[in-house]
């Protein structure tokens, strides 16, 4: 049986949002549902997992054409997300 899977590496060094390590990095993601504002950082970071997973899924053949679907089933893309959450 073969599993694909596929790793983005982040440098610690540099905190997720406005804070700082991995453990609170996530805590900021668990606070930022729906369209609230999201720091770009975690925006770009959850948009390239997600679009892994479209991936991975078999429902996209490229990580652009991933990045795509997901864009178009989010929202993220064409308009900056954070205006749009005003």
């Not at 805590?27 to 997600?50: E, F, K, M, N, Q």
């Not at 990580?63 to 178009?72: G, L, P, S």
Request: aromatic fraction near 2%; charge should be negative; hydrophobic fraction near 35%.
């Amino acid at each position: 049986m073969v599993c694909e899977t596929q790793a983005l590496l982040t440098p610690m060094s540099d905190p997720l949002g406005c804070r700082i390590g991995k453990c609170s990095g996530s805590s900021r993601i668990a606070r930022c549902p729906g369209r609230r504002l999201v720091p770009p950082d975690i925006r770009d970071l959850s948009l390239a997992l997600a679009a892994r997973m479209v991936l991975l899924a078999g429902i996209a053949d490229t990580v652009d054409d991933a990045e795509q679907r997901v864009q178009e089933s989010t929202g993220v893309g064409g308009r900056d997300w954070n205006d749009s959450a005003e």
